[in-house]
């Protein structure tokens, strides 16, 4: 049983840690807790609900040294990723990071620098990769059914609910987060090389805030608003509040956490000191050929997202609802509504169908229950290249990067002018591969309404 440390406990941690508490306790021991606001710590250890070592950020190396850690698992926020993870390689340790990898193009090759000089590993939770629909969907490109693949077409929707939360939280400024184009979109520019089995050559980016902006809270009615939801005299009629009272959870970990740091979780999200966008469009060329055309808004009714693979022999497309709508009061459509998923392929010169979709259960489409065991408990077999390591989470977060940076010229980013040393992952098996493949993957197997059209 490995030893684990995490470094960062808000929100994001506590995936990992009740994952250690619970369903994976046997499969490793927890043994340190690392973070600046020790309020934070107080409610990690409430609800793991026994004592762990507890460690501020300038004794992590003790900690690491006293507890015996194996594996670190980081969680802070973006801009100290590459910080911990460096320091975690240097002393001895595997790491486990959320995404993105890091934010900047020099961060990314100290920790390639590091990841050599130890020969230490590195594992990315790029949870997207293991949903069980989206691995589906990579098997339909591996197949060939569609043949080789020329373009993509990528949607991502965020809304009032999910996307108003990057711009009240530490992401709404680029220095903390590199905003949408590297906190959020690496998951997408993630699944795009993976599911193409290459990595992008160069990226020419549009983005702006045209909505989460002073001006549109006031059209809106919200004029007189205050800097956060607590207190706020238009609270009670603001679709975009968040309550953080209604949550025990959240109040421990912010409301009454706040006093040690300064940290406020729901700073009101129609503030002037906003400086990520909120609308946002790149074509990526990749190193295979493919062009790719990716949009991300954060402001709609609805959450989901749209992918289509336009290829030499067809067409495919996946096609997901995660949430239909958000109330008028801001809260959830309750009771919750299940996610739907829908892949079509259309060949050439034959009628479409779709595919009858594998079970999956949980967040994240299912990908998280299974990145968990894979991290905790058995990642052999693994046949679609699920884990990501340093390299993956590099080339995906250089996607965002070199967007920025276009944003910032106008004009068109090669991604070697970003990051010449850092080395390429393996995306096996490759896409559009052996007719072992094509033989394992049957359309008749899956398919469960022949000629639905393409929407």
């Not at 069980?132 to 609910?161: C, N, Y």
């Not at 966008?277 to 949009?295: C, F, L, P, R």
């Not at 998280?368 to 699920?386: K, P």
């Amino acid at each position: 049983m490995k030893k684990y440390a995490i470094v960062g406990v808000g929100h994001r941690s506590y995936m990992y840690l009740g994952a250690l508490v619970g369903e994976h306790a046997a499969d490793g021991e927890l043994v340190g807790l690392c973070d600046s606001n020790p309020g934070r710590l107080d409610a990690a250890i409430a609800y793991i609900g026994r004592p762990v070592p507890r460690f501020a950020p300038d004794a992590f190396e003790t900690m690491l040294a006293e507890t015996g850690t194996e594996r670190v698992i980081v969680t802070v926020p973006d801009n100290i990723h590459a910080e911990y993870i460096v320091r975690a390689l240097e002393f001895g340790c595997d790491v486990i990071t959320e995404k993105p990898l890091t934010m900047d193009a020099v961060s990314i090759g100290r920790i390639a620098e590091a990841r050599r000089r130890t020969g230490r590993a590195v594992i990315v939770g790029f949870n997207y990769r293991y949903s069980p629909v989206r691995t589906l969907l990579k098997q339909v490109l591996m197949s060939g059914i569609i043949g080789h693949v020329q373009s993509a077409t990528f949607e991502w929707l965020l809304d009032t609910h999910h996307g108003a939360d990057y711009f009240r939280r530490w992401h709404r400024t680029k220095a903390n987060s590199g905003g949408l184009f590297v906190h959020k979109a690496t998951h997408h520019f993630d699944l795009l090389n993976w599911w193409l089995g290459t990595t992008a050559r160069r990226v020419t980016a549009r983005g702006r805030r045209v909505f989460y902006l002073p001006e549109i809270g006031d059209a809106l009615g919200f004029e007189g608003r205050g800097e956060r939801c607590t207190g706020c005299p238009v609270f009670a009629r603001c679709g975009f509040r968040l309550d953080i009272p209604s949550s025990r959870h959240l109040t421990s970990l912010y409301a009454e956490t706040e006093q040690h740091d300064g940290y406020l979780r729901d700073k009101c999200v129609f503030s002037a000191d906003i400086d990520i966008e909120d609308s946002m469009n790149a074509i990526i060329d990749y190193q295979n050929g493919v062009v790719a055309n990716y949009t991300l808004t954060a402001y709609n009714p609805c959450e989901g997202y749209r992918v289509v693979f336009d290829g030499t022999r067809g067409r495919a497309e996946l096609l997901n609802v995660e949430r239909p709508y958000v109330q008028p009061d801001g809260r959830l459509v309750c009771p919750a509504l299940p996610e739907t998923n829908r892949i079509t392929v259309q060949p050439h010169f034959a009628r479409s169908y779709q595919l009858a979709l594998p079970p999956s259960d949980g967040t994240h489409g299912g990908g998280d229950s299974v990145m968990l065991r894979r991290l905790f408990r058995d990642a052999s077999n693994d046949q679609y290249g699920h884990v990501a390591d340093d390299r993956a989470g590099a080339w995906s977060a250089l996607v965002g990067i070199a967007a920025n940076a276009s944003l910032a010229t106008g004009m068109p980013v090669d991604l070697a002018t970003l990051a010449a040393d850092v080395p390429t992952p393996d995306y096996a098996p490759e896409p559009f591969g052996p007719q072992a493949i094509w033989r394992e993957f049957d359309p008749a197997r899956y398919a469960f309404l022949d000629g639905a059209t393409i929407m």
